[in-house]
């Protein structure tokens, strides 16, 4: 009976930590801790350190840490217990599947709060005296998911001298890379959430969406969320929803008409009172192009006369692109007659591209035959295109198999005809010939 009372008691024990770690539903996350070196100055860049680092999330601040021997080659220094009442360090795309080999990217930072100097967040810190709040140990960390499903950036604090710091402040987005066509609406997604227990909570924000491109940048869209205020730009067709954000931390931006001109990087920041997290992704605006080739129809050839067909592709972006021609025979059969003569990428008012090729059709050169089907052919990332027109060559010396074929039905009929003639033409003759006998018989 005692053996019975022990194995239910092991069972019991055995269902609690794997409901408490299925609960739970955050892996492990290895990032590196980097940060500068000290005693390094003098006008050079500062040389950074980076250390093995392992971060152990639990949702609830009451339940019990972790206790999973780390690796030998991480400092206990680096390991973190972190609380994550949002649990957003718990996301699928930040946990691998069993046995992969990759992994998300994860880095720990020193963070060091300070007044926004920004005037749009400028309200947050209006009485310029940083609070007893802020003095602790203070990190943030920037992970990416697999895949770019998932941008993630976090500010955490410790006591002093504790690995056991709690995210107060959390930005995300799960549209880390897109892609849109010309004229459609973009939706850049980006979201923040504020631990309800800090001081920071309901102090106010700030939200800030920043355009950089080849190492420029302008600002998008500002907006004041402790005054209710936006900022003055330049943009147009840019919005928040200002419903969502004040309801769910939805900051997501919004562009009413895909530009050429949008195509680059997109930083979403947050403000709170002396802190701030912010996400980049990448918008990529991919046009293919429109073709159009010309003459058409084409003029009828004779062979070795040489005839120019021009094609042009209009309207793409980005700007590379692939020009070529095909050819396609009255077999069947298809080949390449190689780019012709490209020339160089010309840029319109709206940002799109253009370019053209021509190419000489010679019969006798190319091996055209009797014509065929001429095709311009066009790949871009946005996807192929094709245009094409008929190539008709009149007087051609070697028949096709088709001209032989009905040559050879007429020379059958021919010689039926003959043959037909020749026997009527014997049988009249012998018939003659026989006639002056009879006449004299009589």
């Known amino acids: 009976m005692s053996n019975v009372s022990t194995i239910y008691k092991i069972s019991v024990i055995a269902f609690a930590l794997f409901v408490g770690a299925s609960s739970s539903g955050c892996s492990v996350l290895e990032c590196w801790f980097v940060q500068e070196k000290p005693g390094r100055g003098g006008g050079f860049s500062a040389a950074m350190s980076q250390e093995k680092s392992m971060i152990y999330v639990r ?35 930040l946990q691998p599947p069993e046995g992969s080999l990759t992994r998300p990217q994860c880095e720990i930072n020193p963070f060091t709060p300070q007044a926004s100097m920004v005037k749009w967040a400028a309200a947050l810190t209006e009485t310029a005296q940083s609070p007893t709040y802020l003095d602790a140990d203070w990190f943030s960390v920037a992970a990416q998911g697999l895949d770019g499903q998932l941008t993630l950036s976090n500010v955490m604090r410790a006591s002093s001298a504790s690995r056991e710091p709690s995210v107060i402040l959390s930005v995300s987005s799960k549209t880390a890379s897109i892609r849109a066509r010309l004229g459609q609406p973009v939706l850049l997604d980006c979201g923040f959430w504020v631990d309800p227990s800090s001081p920071l909570h309901g102090s106010g924000f700030a939200v800030e969406w920043r355009y950089q491109f080849r190492g420029e940048g302008r600002l998008v869209i500002a907006y004041d969320g402790k005054t209710d205020r936006f900022a ?22 919004v562009l009413e008409e895909a530009q050429v001109r949008h195509s680059g990087t997109y930083i979403c920041t947050v403000y709170l009172p002396h802190l701030l997290a912010q996400v980049a992704m990448e918008l990529e605006i991919v046009e293919p192009p429109s073709l159009a080739i010309y003459p058409s129809p ?145």
């Not at 943009?235 to 309801?247: C, M, N, P, R, V």
């Open 298 to 442: 084409l003029p009828l050839s004779a062979p070795g006369q040489v005839v120019s067909v021009h094609c042009e592709a209009s309207g793409f972006s980005p700007l590379s692109l692939n020009l070529g021609w095909e050819f396609t025979g009255a077999d069947g059969k298809r080949r390449s007659l190689g780019q012709g003569s490209v020339t160089g990428h010309r840029q319109a008012t709206d940002g799109t591209y253009s370019q053209s090729t021509r190419l000489e059709l010679s019969s006798t050169k190319l091996g055209l035959g009797r014509g065929g089907e001429v095709t311009c052919v066009a790949n871009h990332q946005g996807g192929s295109r094709r245009a094409s027109v008929t190539l008709n060559i009149i007087g051609v010396s070697a028949p096709s198999i088709e001209d032989s074929m009905a040559m050879v039905a007429v020379a059958l009929v021919l010689y039926g005809v003959i043959k037909v003639f020749f026997w009527t033409f014997k049988s009249t003759v012998e018939t003659n010939k026989s006639d002056p006998n009879d006449k004299k018989d009589k």
């Open 59 to 93: 949702t609830d601040p009451d339940s019990q840490k972790t206790q999973q021997k780390p690796p030998s080659d991480v400092d206990p220094s680096r390991i973190y217990h972190v609380i994550d009442p949002a649990a957003t360090f718990c996301s699928p795309a």
């Open 232 to 253: 003055d730009t330049l943009e147009t067709g840019a919005d928040l929803d200002i419903t969502s954000l004040y309801k769910s931390g939805n900051a997501s931006l």
